[in-house]
Nanobody, 117 residues
Framework: QVQLVESGGGLVQPGGSLRLSCAAS????????MGWYRQAPGKQRELVAT???????NYADSVKGRFTISRDNAKNTVALQMNSLKPEDTAVYFC???????????WGQGTQVTVSS
C-alpha cells in the first residue's frame, strides 16, 4: 500500500502562484499513474492533472496552460505548479496514485488552496 501526503496549500491572491507537493511512502516508479484532483464545497471531486511514469500528462481544460504536473520517481514525489490562479481554483487538492496493472487507487489527505483577494 502507498501512503500519500500533500503539502504546499494556502491562501493566495488571484493571479498568484502556488506549488503543491505530494510525497509517496513507497516507490511509484513504473507502477502508478500519479495525479492531482480537487474538490470544492458541495462539488464532486474532479480531475486536475495526471502524469504517467513516462512523463505523459493530461490536464482538465479549466487548468490547461496554467498548471503543470511533474514527478520525480527517484524521490517518490509529485508536484503541481499552479500559476495564474483564479477564485474558482479554490478547493481541497488531493494527490492520487493509480496502479496500472489493476484497479486500485490511493489518496492523500488533501491540502487546502484558497484563491481570494
Amino acid at each position: 500500500q502507498v501512503q500519500l501526503v500533500e503539502s504546499g496549500g494556502g491562501l493566495v491572491q488571484p493571479g498568484g502562484s502556488l506549488r503543491l507537493s505530494c510525497a509517496a511512502s513507497a516507490s511509484i516508479f513504473g507502477i502508478y499513474v500519479m495525479g492531482w484532483y480537487r474538490q470544492a464545497p458541495g462539488k464532486q471531486r474532479e480531475l486536475v492533472a495526471t502524469i504517467t511514469s513516462g512523463g505523459n500528462t493530461n490536464y482538465a481544460d479549466s487548468v490547461k496552460g496554467r498548471f503543470t504536473i511533474s514527478r520525480d520517481n527517484a524521490k517518490n514525489t509529485v508536484a503541481l505548479q499552479m500559476n495564474s490562479l483564479k477564485p474558482e481554483d479554490t478547493a481541497v487538492y488531493f494527490c492520487n496514485a493509480q496502479r496500472i496493472d489493476f484497479q486500485l487507487t490511493y489518496w492523500g489527505q488533501g491540502t487546502q488552496v484558497t484563491v481570494s483577494s
